[in-house]
């Protein structure tokens, strides 16, 4: 028998792999943080000798969720900008943002963001926010898969201190010194197109391209931002960022809800990524995007809570059931079936932050990012169709173990990897 470090077993493998596997009574072997073998488990169990493992029966394992767009230290400000627009929540935020904000506080309020991240199995997430070294710490700590790294925002007195003619040379360097760990890449964060001028998207694409940095930016979230774009620029936001050579397969657009068929058309002859947040998009008003065109013309869309403001929350599961739903309110229930939006979660979250050979489904040679799913739940009974129970059924709460890069996070619905009383009572006091 070969020695490994974790076997998941006993429960239906849900691998959301190309074919949309799922394997009843199956298993997960993992070693070194990657998965070496899916299988029946008594197969899996003839082969190797786990020195930790899961028993995953009555459950359902799946990939672990990846949100591709959020600002996780926002869970500072949760319920301080609620039942406004963009427009108000951006005045509302971003004075409190640069009175309250310090490498501190950032930490002390990932430590929130992480424990629950990990109770709704989403094992990693892409990060704009200011003090991203402060944020990158935590997540080390807690074993947790985080993608970050310097934002960009040329507005007054922003909360690092820092003006913006410093941050190309502070993100050269920030970017100079990553060695990006398996399963995540080197990232660069540019607000949007209403936040900094056509020169300076252009100079930080530049350095992002220089060192094979994911680039993401908010376009298109509304009617208003898309008009103030225009107003300055002569353009929409995803027209400016294509005149510019600003799209392609190493950009990433957050939210992209005001979109025209020809910028649809030039996301998908560019290769260009959405992170579709329809939570945050329903409560402040911005509109529904237009996922079906998107994914019809070939566009690769995650999907994303966006951060604990403008969301509340950063509960995919829950985020995963809007996308399966919204989409159908125009009259099709066949928009956005339940295993399209699972796969947004999963595999096609990874795509979009250009890591799906790495991580997204449950396959060999992938990191162990995975959930367990306690299906002895009156709402997760009968189960006829696993894509089905976790789009339109399952919660939160009913997730039981996370794994991260083959370490448990959470065992049982408790956090291995974080003090998650003392996290509540240190933001509490901040706040």
Known sequence: MTDIDLLVHGGDILTVDAAGTVIPAGAVAVSGGEIVAVGPADELRSRFEAAEEIDATDCLVLPGLINTHTHLAMTLLRGCADDVTLQGFLERVIPREAALLSPSHVASALRVAVAESVRSGVTAALDMYWFHEAAEAVAAEAGWRLLTGPTFMDVPGPPDGRPYEDRLAWARKDLAARTPAPGTRPVLFAHSTYTLSPAQLTDIAALAREHGALLHIHAAENAAEVAMVVERHG??????????????????????????????????????????????????????????????????????????VSSNTLDLVGAIRVAALVHK?????????????????????????????????????????????????????????????????????????????????????????LDEAAALNSLAAIA
Not at 344 to 365: H, K, N, V, Y
Request: aromatic residues 2%.
């Open 235 to 308: 353009k929409r936001p995803v027209e400016l960022l294509d005149s510019l050579g600003l799209l392609g397969p190493d950009v990433l657009l957050a939210h992209a809800v005001d979109l025209t068929d020809a910028e649809i058309a030039a996301l998908a002859r560019t290769g260009t990524g959405v992170a579709h947040c329809p939570v945050s998009n329903l409560k402040l008003g911005c509109g529904v995007a237009r996922v079906t065109d998107l994914l019809e013309a070939g566009v690769t869309v995650g999907l994303g809570t966006d951060g604990a």
């Open 329 to 417: 309110a125009a009259g099709d229930p066949t928009a956005i079936t339940a295993e399209q939006a699972v796969r947004m979660a999963t595999i096609e979250s990874a795509r979009a932050l250009g890591l799906a050979d790495r991580l997204g489904s449950l396959e060999a040679g992938k990191r162990a990012d995975l959930l367990v799913l306690d299906l002895g739940r009156p709402h997760l009974t009968p189960r006829h169709d696993p894509w089905s129970m976790v789009a339109y059924a399952a919660a939160a709460a009913d997730v039981r173990d996370t794994v991260v890069d083959g370490r448990i996070l959470m065992r049982d619905r408790e956090l291995l990897t």
